[in-house]
């Protein structure tokens, strides 16, 4: 590799970091090892370091010290956007469809696709415009990994520098984007993780009809599913073009839109066929932070559970 422009590694702590091999066991000789590779990085920890929080390496653009290194031409000129959702204390309701191994008549991927429509994952994002690889793991454990063709629905319109969302210099956008979920169920150290890199509006007006959620509703279907007894977000994004459609921060509209999506958390299960609200959720948050780099923002928020009263 003749040379980088920009690198960006990140990571939630870990529970057992003593566990990990090489230079993962902590985090200062992450960063060395980091260090030896690019001169231009930085390194910060984001979140109460005796709590839950988030490690983010990153580097300055290459061609601030080496000008013949241009910046990538990108295809779509939408923000560079990564949302994730990290997940612990899984209810045990959620964790225990994690816990089923496969039947000897069913492949680890058939299971997984069948885990996956039945708790709903298959409906984070519309079905017409996913594609969904699973995984089931033996004796537990679940991974996906999914490709949005969002460019596909017509209705759907990022955030985007030049106010269309629909074409790029006259041409129709063919936007697509990603998801992953990992999952492990073990009681005592359940964890879920999810990443999605589609440019979402942090909240939709109630008048534009899509199949695409909004940040907000991003959030509450995952958390329906995983059911967290404490969770992180992060929101990650290219600060070229700064505000929301509302005239605001994004990292700001990010973080009312956690507040929003968690505050009263709707369960739905499914009864007799029909949508049955079967619990709420109530989270509260325990650290908010904003954060500019070069660049690039980033919004910061955890929660914790503080109520869930069954109907």
């Known amino acids: 590799m003749s040379s980088v422009y920009r690198c960006f590694y990140s990571r939630k702590s870990f529970m057992f970091p003593e566990r990990q091999l090489g230079p993962h066991r902590d985090w200062s000789q992450e960063v060395r090892f980091l260090d030896s590779i690019f001169r231009n990085g930085a390194a910060y920890s984001v979140g109460k370091v005796n709590?839950?929080?988030w490690l983010l390496y990153l580097t300055n653009a290459a061609s601030e010290f080496e000008?013949?290194?241009?910046?990538?031409?990108?295809?779509?000129?939408?923000?560079?956007?990564?949302?994730?959702?990290l997940m612990t204390d899984l209810s045990p309701d959620a964790r225990e469809p994690f816990?089923?191994?496969?039947?000897?008549?069913?492949?680890?991927?058939?299971?997984?696709q069948n885990l996956s429509a039945s708790l709903g994952i298959t409906d984070i994002f519309p079905e017409h415009l996913t594609t969904l690889d699973a995984y089931s793991f033996t004796p537990c454990g679940?991974?996906?990994?999914?490709?949005?063709k969002w460019g596909e629905d017509p209705s759907f319109v990022p955030p985007s520098p030049n106010g269309n969302g629909h074409c790029i210099n006259g041409t129709l956008r063919t936007g697509e984007g990603y998801y992953t979920i990992h999952v492990t169920p073990e009681e005592g150290w359940s964890y879920a993780s999810f990443e999605c890199n589609i440019p979402l509006p942090a909240v939709r007006p109630a008048s534009e009809s899509t199949s695409i959620p909004d940040l907000k509703t991003l959030v509450q279907r995952v958390v329906s599913i995983f059911q967290p007894g404490r969770l992180s977000l992060?929101?990650?994004i290219s600060s070229e073009d700064e505000e929301d459609s509302s005239g605001g921060s994004?990292?700001?509209?990010?973080?009312?839109?956690?507040?929003?999506?968690?505050?009263?958390?709707?369960m739905k299960g499914v009864e007799a066929g029909e949508d049955k609200v079967v619990a709420k959720r109530a989270y509260k948050r325990t650290d908010k932070i904003n954060y500019e780099f070069g660049g690039y923002d980033l919004a910061f928020a955890s929660f914790e559970l503080f109520?869930?009263?069954?109907?």
Do not use: C, W
Request: proline letters at 7%; zero cysteines.
């Open 99 to 112: 816990s089923t191994a496969p039947a000897l008549d069913k492949t680890a991927s058939d299971h997984a």
């Open 67 to 85: 000008p013949l290194i241009k910046q990538p031409t990108l295809r779509d000129p939408y923000p560079d956007y990564t949302i994730e959702i």
């Open 250 to 266: 994004r990292v700001d509209a990010a973080q009312k839109a956690f507040m929003d999506a968690l505050s009263v958390q709707a």
């Open 307 to 311: 109520s869930s009263v069954l109907k």
């Open 51 to 53: 709590g839950d929080h």
């Open 142 to 148: 679940y991974s996906s990994n999914a490709l949005i």
């Open 234 to 236: 992060t929101l990650f």
